[in-house]
């Protein structure tokens, strides 16, 4: 199969699998309106979607259209809605049945006859579920696939299995038809800005280089926090639970990108291969390093349970820490807590990285320096640290310094994880996308303790009971301690220090 990592700039169709759904409807097509608008959609671009769902095109424009945001009604972006339609249309099919796509390739034929030249790429995009991408991915390489004077690319959703097993049977599937080089796996956390931030505040400050390491940093926390819960998603979230949701994919991408060394140069196979490595030198997750909840009811909001898509007395654990350990020698002994959790008091997902006590002498009981890197909501990155208590004493404070990017960079729109991730598909960039030994090496770290949690080892073990709306189990906080948390709350004030009051 053809190597190949030119841009798309010409003559490309991209096709969306599974055009109806969700995922599509939230987060594909604004993502391709985002590049549109932008102008970083190849020239003549022609956007087909594709799924079970019978409907004609306005209906199909209507709910492609409808998460596409224009909250002042501005006339140039309604005009930008009404030209991207134009370029993308629909076809209903079977996602099993070649005959199918056999007359999606024929609708694909019809517009590339329009072409000036010869060359035709086509992109195909899987936002579907897992249960069809093995006949979608053979579907499209027999009937769809451009053999002579193009490229084809396959972008792939998570998620990508369920445990070791299972990711290996699914990636030796999906390989029989698309090699590595045509596969693009979205994680879509690598997408996000202040992920991929982290490679220039890593490599490109000397002090952040310096301080980097078990030497002089105490723990790490990783925290996603949904302030909802699976409201109607359960029966997809119940198979899968937080751990496989998000932690194994999301958070531990983001930890292997902070914990990596500096890669050889940005080329995506260096990257990667870094990271890869970091990985492997993770064992497996103990049953003693984890902590396992769920929601129940509170302040007028519905518990897990009673979700109707929710099996009655399920165990599946909607919140979830674990600590893993690398053991190299970089970060032996430094403990990195993986948390998240489903209807939590707040949306947030950030890095906390807290620095080790300075040594005793001339300070006491001093705050620790925490550098926080704030991914969402409101992008940031702030370092706590102490200064003098300004006035006639020597008195250390907790302060910080602050980059909130907001007011940093007041003219600039953060893009989508999303665009980002289509725009470097479309380049050929397979820096900011997972490869098959990143895929086995993080399976092999958490199926130990999933298989626990599904009960394969023995009784499936209870999650803690935790209120819709709080901050998880309330066990939280002793877990975290064991790990050496210092929580800085009394002596640390946001966004004033008022002496007076001190
Ligand atoms: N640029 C900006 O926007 C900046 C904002 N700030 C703001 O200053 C405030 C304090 O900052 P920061 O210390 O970083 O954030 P928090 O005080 O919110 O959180 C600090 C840590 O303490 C935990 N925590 C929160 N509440 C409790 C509690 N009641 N009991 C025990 N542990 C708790 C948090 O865990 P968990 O998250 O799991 O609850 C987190 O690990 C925040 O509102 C922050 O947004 C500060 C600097 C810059
Ligand atoms: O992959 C997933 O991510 C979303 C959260 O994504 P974000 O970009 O809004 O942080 C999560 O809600 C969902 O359960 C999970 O499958």
């Known amino acids: 199969m053809e190597t190949n990592h030119d841009e798309l700039k010409d003559n490309t169709i991209i096709i969306v699998f599974g055009a109806s759904g969700d ?37 199909f424009h209507k709910r492609v259209t409808s998460y596409i945001k224009n909250p002042n009604d501005d006339a140039e972006v309604a005009s930008d809605i009404d030209d991207f339609k134009k370029f993308t249309s629909y076809l209903s099919g079977s996602y099993e049945d070649p005959a199918s796509f056999k007359e999606l390739n024929k609708h694909l034929e019809e517009i590339e006859s329009h072409y000036q030249s010869k ?51 699914l990636i030796g599937s999906l390989k029989q038809s698309w090699s590595e080089d045509e596969t693009f796996r979205i994680d ?90 970091v990985l492997r030198a993770i064992p497996a997750i103990e049953r003693n390093d984890t902590l396992l909840g769920q929601y129940v009811a509170a302040n007028g909001k519905p518990g897990y349970l009673q979700d109707s898509t929710v099996p009655p007395n399920s165990v599946c654990p909607t919140f979830a820490a674990t600590t893993v350990w690398i053991n190299n020698p970089r970060w032996e002994g430094v403990p990195f807590i993986l948390k998240a959790g489903k209807a939590l008091n707040e949306s947030k997902v950030e890095i906390r990285i807290q620095f080790k006590d300075v040594v005793q002498g001339i300070f006491k009981d001093i705050a620790r320096n925490e550098l926080v890197i704030r ?54 960039d397979h820096s900011n996308f997972v490869r ?20 394969q080892d023995g009784p499936r073990p209870r999650p803690i009971n935790y209120p819709y709306g709080s901050r998880g189990p309330k066990e939280l906080d002793t877990f975290i301690g064991k790990y050496g948390y210092r929580r800085l709350a009394d002596s640390y004030a946001w966004p004033v220090t008022h002496l007076s009051s001190l």
């Open 23 to 59: 995922l599509a409807k939230k987060k594909t097509f604004p993502a391709l309106f985002g590049l549109y608008k932008n102008g970083f959609l190849p020239r003549d671009v022609h956007i087909v979607g594709y799924a079970r769902t019978k409907m004609d095109e306005a209906e």
């Open 119 to 169: 060359e035709c790429n086509r992109l195909f995009y899987l936002a579907l579920p897992p249960s069809v991408f093995v006949p979608v991915a053979k579907n499209i390489k027999d009937e769809c696939y451009v053999s002579k004077g193009g490229i084809n690319r396959i972008i792939v959703e998570k998620p990508f299995g369920k445990d070791l097993k299972s990711c290996r049977e």
């Open 188 to 277: 879509h956390y690598l997408g996000k800005e202040m992920v991929k931030n982290i490679l220039v505040l890593r490599f490109a400050n000397v002090w952040i280089g310096a301080a980097w390491d078990k030497n002089s940093i105490s723990n790490v926390q990783i925290s996603f926090k949904e302030p909802f819960g699976t409201e109607g998603r359960g029966g997809y979230f119940d198979e899968f639970g937080i751990i496989r949701d998000i932690l194994q994919n999301h958070l531990l991408q983001v930890l292997s990108v902070l914990t990596m060394e500096r890669p050889v140069s940005f080329a995506a196979e260096d990257i990667r291969d870094e990271k890869v490595k």
């Open 375 to 428: 991914i969402q909501p409101s992008e940031a990155i702030y370092l706590k640290m102490n200064t003098k208590l300004p006035g006639l004493y020597t008195r250390a404070m907790p302060t910080e310094m602050d980059l909130t990017y907001k007011r940093r960079f007041t003219d600039t729109k953060i893009p989508e994880a999303y665009e980002s991730l289509i725009l470097d598909a479309l380049k050929g």
């Open 436 to 455: 098959d030994d990143e895929l086995d090496v993080a399976w092999k770290i958490f199926t130990p303790i999933l298989h626990w949690i599904d009960g």
